[in-house]
């Protein structure tokens, strides 16, 4: 098996840290358009909330006013 490499010249040292940058930047762009489609599924959740309580108080509104 390969022993790898004891010393670490810069231009070595700047390559990773180049492949480094642009992995996470894949990451970072990957997170924004995740963090989009959460907001976008969070509204239609809040949408979705109202109108179950609406429903909910015509529901209840209209069992009162059966009773009277």
């Given amino acids: 098996m390969e022993q790898g490499r004891q010393n ?3 231009a070595r040292l700047d ?3 180049e492949r480094m940058q642009a992995g996470f930047k ?3 762009d990957r997170f924004n358009t995740l963090e989009g489609r959460f907001a976008s599924l969070e509204s239609r959740f809040d949408a979705l909330q109202r109108t179950m309580l609406l429903v909910m108080a015509s529901l209840v509104a209209s069992f ?3 009773r009277l």
């Fill in 15 to 17: 390559d990773l840290n």
């Fill in 64 to 66: 009162i006013a059966g």
């Fill in 26 to 28: 894949h990451v970072d």
């Fill in 8 to 10: 670490w010249n810069d």
